[in-house]
């Protein structure tokens, strides 16, 4: 199987030894790797490369790591990339935040061994591969129904529920989650019809 086979993976990293040992154990494991050591360069990157998945650190000098989280995540060429955060132990405010941005998965930096990085990312490249074939479903949620106001509020959304930036209607796009065995378990996230902006 060739390098470019497995597929692209970029690594925005500023700590060079942790960069380091990612890229040489993904590159021998068959991946194409392209590496940054700030946000700009990193979001550069994913803009240009658009590769199959991204690693991201959250401390970054420069464009911090949420702040690249959002671009990818708000823009329609990069928005499905697959990104796992990376973060120091004991940073849980920062992951659950990472993940409220919408990272697909975390890694403690040091906790997880060769083997078991390599393991995560295939299962997130599986997954990103399960997503191109699921059929979603995108709901209308409207003011004054049942929770829709509460869910509102509780989401921080000011506006109803509409685009900050196009003003449309969002959406709930509701994902099948097949890691979920017992009964019906769906990923959800709003998503507006116009730019296809996740929130």
Not at 112 to 122: C, G, N, Q, V, Y
Not at 139 to 158: C, F, N, W, Y
Not at 176 to 184: F, L, N
């Amino acid at each position: 199987m060739s390098t470019a086979s497995k597929g692209k993976i970029l690594i925005i990293e500023d700590d060079a030894s942790f960069r380091r040992v990612y890229h040489d154990m993904l590159e021998t494991a068959g991946y194409n790797v392209l590496v940054a050591d700030n946000g700009e360069m990193g979001w550069d990157l994913a803009k240009t490369e658009k590769p199959n998945l991204i690693i991201l650190d959250l401390v970054l000098p420069g464009l911090h790591g949420f702040e690249v989280l959002k671009n990818i995540r708000g823009d329609k060429e990069t928005m499905d990339i697959p990104v796992l955060i990376t973060t120091a132990l004991g940073e849980q405010a920062d992951i659950k935040k990472g993940i409220e941005l919408g990272a697909t998965d975390y890694m403690v930096k040091g906790f997880f061994t060769p083997r078991e990085i390599l393991a995560k990312i295939r299962s997130v490249f599986t997954q990103a591969e399960m997503r191109k074939s699921v059929v979603s479903y995108k709901l209308s949620v409207k003011e004054g129904r049942a929770d829709a106001a509460k869910l509102q509020s509780d989401i921080g959304m000011t506006n109803l529920f509409t685009c900050p930036q196009c003003h449309e209607e969002l959406l709930l796009d509701l994902i099948p989650d097949y890691t979920r065995t017992d009964s019906h378990w769906f990923l959800s996230h709003f998503v507006c019809p116009k730019c296809q902006r996740a929130f």
